[in-house]
């Protein structure tokens, strides 16, 4: 893609850690193909300078965390029309279900007309409680070794131009 010059920006919010342990996972599996950016750095340009993307935040009160709604809200117009067809995935931390979360960012997708080309990730830490939830946050190894296998597939799929 002309002008396209980072492969796969993997934009990322968290509050109690989960969702930054994910989102670097997944760097780490997608190496230097992969660029980490937290969502309130994101501008449009660093979007249409990537191929392809991987949303990681948190689910809060069964939706979209506010910093991740933001750089939506901040970068869509200037975006629209410019980037479809690049392909996305999501990985969602959440406390009990994760989905509200993931339709939303399916939601502003499909309005880009970007690609879903994996399964959303959606790591369920079984927090209920307001303690729990405020908590720091690790994520287990067997879910970091799936944002890495993620970021990984991610990565090798635009080098090998599937997606």
Request: hydrophobic fraction near 45%; proline fraction near 2%; glycine fraction near 12%.
């Amino acid at each position: 893609m002309e002008g396209v010059k980072n492969a796969l920006l993997i934009v990322w919010h968290s509050r109690t850690g989960a969702s930054e342990a994910m989102a670097s996972a997944a760097q780490e599996g997608a190496g230097g193909a992969g660029r980490l950016m937290r969502a309130c750095e994101v501008a449009a340009a660093d979007l249409l300078d990537a191929r392809g993307y991987l949303f990681v935040g948190p689910e809060n009160l069964a939706g979209l965390s506010g910093e991740m709604k933001e750089m939506f809200d901040r970068t869509y117009y200037a975006v629209l029309g410019k980037i479809e067809g690049r392909p996305y995935a999501t990985a969602i931390a959440a406390g009990s279900d994760g989905e509200g979360a993931e339709r939303q960012v399916d939601r502003i997708a499909t309005g880009w007309r970007l690609r879903r080309v994996a399964e959303g990730l959606i790591v369920n830490t079984q927090s209920q409680s307001p303690e729990e939830i405020l908590a720091p946050k690790a994520v287990t190894e067997e879910q970091r070794q799936l944002c890495v296998e993620l970021g990984a597939s991610l990565a090798e799929g635009m080098r090998l131009g599937i997606f």
